[in-house]
């Protein structure tokens, strides 16, 4: 497919940012099923959150064709293939991962309002609702708005300009694929759904990466994607879990326990590699010092903050100290990578645990170096739960520069888990 044709032939319009409810990531599925079993009635609000605030976004996007593309959503629904995609195939080894009454519910979905305004510069785009519905906003809403910032910035280039610009872009990404070959036993997944360039764009990362890497490119966390290029689908829980479970304590004791109620939870439907643990929501130090036992026999642990090799080291500590063999255990890396950072990994720690990699937003949007000034640059827009039943969310993340939340809140919650000094980092993708 001939990007830069398209993008010059018909100015986007016959290309809808978000085609399908699935075009989404796996891991929102597989927690929806889970709160549609155990919170289908707590109430939500999820709230855009631009980190890079030099990036005015409202005054670059139109807000008619933003709520052009927002509409557009609402409208959708799973599509027969769809359905039957999710009912019958195998994902992480097993059949039939979603079961009957949420695929009926979600066969009946439609996505709830949203409510959007300008403020200095920004849109202030919240969704609120149930929580199985709202939570389903995330991931389209940021796409959408990543996509018409990369419109925004094309509109005015021409034919040739745009050819270039892809060829650019499509050599950056094979001389990175090229190195990354050079790693023996590597293994790696696309995470860059949420802040990617385009769709289309996206669609043509993975296909590079199957054709590039073969076996050692393990799947993509976008389900339309999967499907329709028979990929593994790849992804498991995320920080919302414990986020609004913990919102939702009466009490500091329950607060405390919130974050492993959540994995008790998860324990109970699943098995194998979708036992994974994301142990920065509150602080990994504490959370892994505090954990049950029975979370040390889980398959492995989600580095998505903080220093990596930090992160790494404390969950091989915490399993020997709990006399788990980490040679046995999987670490999957997630934050902010690129080649360099992946090589570095990678020759740190195989053989020590088993190593793997979900790579976003420099996977799939980095025209870094390749417009004048920068202009596509990727930047931090994040889409998190704010609220439940009224009373505010909180996270804290190994990386301060992170946390979400009122202070006082954060401030309590940094008390209620122990977190001490955290290094900042800038937060750049």
């Not at 629904?77 to 097993?94: D, I, M, P």
Request: aromatic share 10%; hydrophobic share 40%; net charge negative.
């Amino acid at each position: 497919m001939d990007i830069a044709a398209r993008v010059w032939a018909h100015k986007w319009k016959i290309d809808p940012i978000v085609r399908s409810l699935i075009d989404t990531d796996f891991y929102k599925l597989l927690m929806c099923q889970s709160i549609l079993r155990n919170r289908p009635d707590a109430d939500v609000t999820f709230s855009l959150i631009n980190r890079s605030r030099h990036m005015r976004l409202a005054e670059m996007i139109d807000e008619g064709e933003l709520r052009e593309q927002l509409d557009h959503i609402r409208s959708l629904s799973l599509s027969r293939g769809e359905s039957t995609w999710l009912r019958g195939n195998t994902f992480y080894g097993k059949r039939q991962m979603f079961r009957p009454d949420f695929m009926e519910w979600f066969e009946g979905l439609r996505l709830p309002p949203y409510h959007l305004e300008k403020r200095d510069g920004q849109y202030e785009l919240t969704f609120e609702g149930k929580w199985p519905e709202v939570m389903l906003w995330e991931i389209p809403a940021l796409s959408v708005l990543m996509e018409l910032r990369s419109r925004a910035v094309m509109h005015d280039m021409g034919k040739f300009e745009l050819q270039v610009l892809y060829a650019r872009a499509m050599t950056k990404l094979w001389a990175k694929i090229e190195r990354l070959r050079e790693l023996p036993g590597l293994r790696i997944a696309d995470f860059g759904t949420r802040r990617r360039h385009s769709f289309l764009w996206q669609d043509w990362c993975v296909q590079a990466m199957i054709e590039g890497l073969g076996k050692r490119f393990t799947g993509t966390s976008n389900c339309l994607i999967a499907m329709r290029r028979d990929i593994e689908a790849i992804g498991t829980n995320a920080h919302e879990l414990p986020m609004v479970t913990a919102a939702l304590a009466d009490s500091d004791a329950e607060l405390r326990e919130a974050p492993y109620k959540v994995l008790a939870d998860w324990h109970e439907e699943h098995e194998g590699n979708l036992r994974v643990i994301l142990p920065d929501t509150y602080g990994t130090a504490g959370f892994l010092a505090h954990a049950p036992d029975w979370l040390a026999g889980w398959t492995g642990v989600r580095v998505d903050s903080g220093d990596p090799a930090t992160g790494a080291e404390t969950a091989i500590a915490w399993w020997k100290s709990r006399g788990e063999d980490p040679r046995e255990k999987l670490v999957i890396f997630s934050d902010g990578l690129d080649v360099a950072k992946i090589e570095e990994l990678q020759a740190q720690f195989a053989g020590r645990v088993k190593v793997s990699f979900g790579w976003g937003t420099l996977l799939t949007n980095d025209f870094r170096g390749l417009l004048p000034d920068d202009a596509l640059a990727p930047f931090s827009l994040v889409c998190k739960a704010a609220s439940v039943n009224g009373r505010p969310t909180v996270k804290l993340s190994d990386n301060p520069n992170k946390a979400t939340g009122p202070a006082d809140e954060i401030a309590r919650y940094r008390a209620i888990f122990g977190v001490g000094e955290q290094a900042a980092a800038e937060v750049l993708v």
